[in-house]
């Protein structure tokens, strides 16, 4: 029946993997679709293993069209120098910003980044900066990304010079709400604080549901471990 690949015939595979290559090239370059270019460097990168060509395109579709997985994966190419661009920390900072500002699957994941970068300061000019590490990760909790939710948590327990002060009830919002979201160390924080009373009052049944939840997320990430290394 015509259109049906027989993927047990290698030659007819690699006819089909071409063709998609081709119709991926002709979505990007000749119909302008920033969506086919995407799909193109997914091509590119995950069949072909070609990074070198899988950058370009991710390049283009990313200062050309804006598209926001594009720039967080020509990101992400930064920060190692994959596929021959620049190891550059700081252009990465741009890509995932463009990312996180334009939405898109990838953009929670680009906030973090942002935050990240912002939060240690290895991609400014002057060193850290704690409100704009603080605003990013803000964007990525709200999107539902844990780790950024328990990162704001331990900014407002630490605090630090310039301008954030410790604020005990923030940080128990965020490290529970990181706990709801499947953070391990967020469940752990919170129980300890509703142990002590910590930013919400002493709670000694929540305490230990959390702490049970706590035990339960590191038992489920100990199972997948030992599955990933089966």
Known sequence: ??????????????????????????QCYKEKDPEGCQRLADYLEGVKKNFDSAAKVLKHNCETNGHSD?????????????????????????????SCNAGGKKSVDACHNVGLLAHDGRA????????????????????????????????????NSKGLTPNMSQ????????????????????????????????????????????RELHGLEKERQLKFGE
Request: aromatic share 12%.
């Open 171 to 214: 940080a128990f919002r965020y490290a529970n709400r990181a706990c709801e979201l499947g953070h391990v160390w967020g469940c752990a924080n919170a129980s300890r604080m509703c142990r002590t009373g910590d930013g919400t009052e002493k709670d000694e049944k929540k305490a230990e549901e959390l702490k049970n939840r706590a």
């Open 70 to 98: 594009s720039c967080y994966k020509i990101g992400a190419y930064h920060v190692t120098g994959k596929g021959g661009v620049t190891e550059c920390l700081k252009t990465a900072y741009s890509c995932f910003m463009r």
């Open 124 to 159: 400014l000019e002057g060193g850290p900066d704690v409100a704009v590490a603080q605003e990013y990760y803000e964007k990525a909790c709200a999107g539902g990304f844990a780790p950024s939710c328990f990162n704001l948590s331990a900014l407002f327990i630490e605090g």
């Open 1 to 26: 029946m015509a259109g049906l690949v027989n993927f047990e015939d290698e030659n007819e595979v690699k006819q089909f993997l071409d063709n998609l290559g081709v119709e991926y090239s002709f």
